[in-house]
């Protein structure tokens, strides 16, 4: 698997960034090439996109989400991919908001894609966007604040 991570500053507080990254279905405005992400309850999301010219679906499953500090997820079937996103407060009005996806490019298209850097490019640009979504907007689009703990927390481990 291949992994890209990408920060950057938005000039909002913590829980406006962290409340508008939950509204998984408005990832389509500031997502390049992601046509719709339909969320099927508060663990499973099924997503469509365009990835290297080619349309794709995939449904994944939200493995950890703590309000204000992280989520994370993974995919359960179709285009193979997981990551996590950070928030960290810097001050009162920025969060600072780190992007890191783990993917397997598959077949000759993808895999140029990523020699290329155009994954980097795109994860680097869907920051940007929301960067400009988020800060544009007087409140986020919306927010869960629901707790889905990591799984060694659901079994009772550490």
Same mark, same amino acid.
Do not use: C
């Given at each position: 698997?291949?992994?890209? &991570?990408?920060? #950057?500053?938005?000039?909002? *507080? ?5 409340? !508008?990254?939950?509204? =998984?279905?408005?990832?389509?405005? =500031?997502?390049?090439?992601?046509? @719709?992400? &339909?969320?099927?309850?508060? &663990? ?7 990835? $290297? ?6 449904? $994944?499953?939200?493995? /950890? !989400?703590?309000?204000? !500090? ?7 079937? %179709? ?5 996590? #996103? ?13 992007? @890191?996806?783990?993917? /397997?490019? /598959? %077949? ?8 290329? +850097? ?14 400009? =979504?988020? /800060?544009?907007?007087?409140? $986020?689009?919306? +927010?869960?604040? +629901?707790? #889905?703990?990591? *799984? $060694?927390?659901?079994?009772? %481990?550490?």
């Amino acid at each position: 698997m291949k992994t890209i &991570k990408d920060s #950057i500053i938005v000039d909002v *507080p913590l829980a406006r960034a962290y409340n !508008q990254w939950t509204q =998984f279905e408005e990832f389509p405005r =500031f997502m390049e090439g992601v046509k @719709e992400v &339909k969320q099927l309850d508060d &663990k499973r999301l099924h997503w469509k996109a365009v990835i $290297a010219g080619k349309s794709e679906e995939w449904d $994944a499953e939200i493995t /950890e !989400q703590i309000p204000d !500090q992280r989520i994370a997820w993974r995919s359960t079937d %179709g285009a193979k991919n997981s990551g996590k #996103i950070h928030f960290l407060a810097q001050g009162v009005n920025q969060t600072e908001v780190t992007l @890191e996806v783990d993917y /397997e490019p /598959e %077949g000759m298209v993808e895999n140029l894609g990523d020699l290329l +850097g155009l994954v980097s490019a795109r994860v680097s640009g869907d920051l940007a966007r929301f960067k400009k =979504f988020i /800060e544009t907007r007087h409140s $986020a689009t919306g +927010g869960w604040r +629901g707790q #889905i703990p990591a *799984p $060694a927390e659901q079994a009772g %481990g550490i």
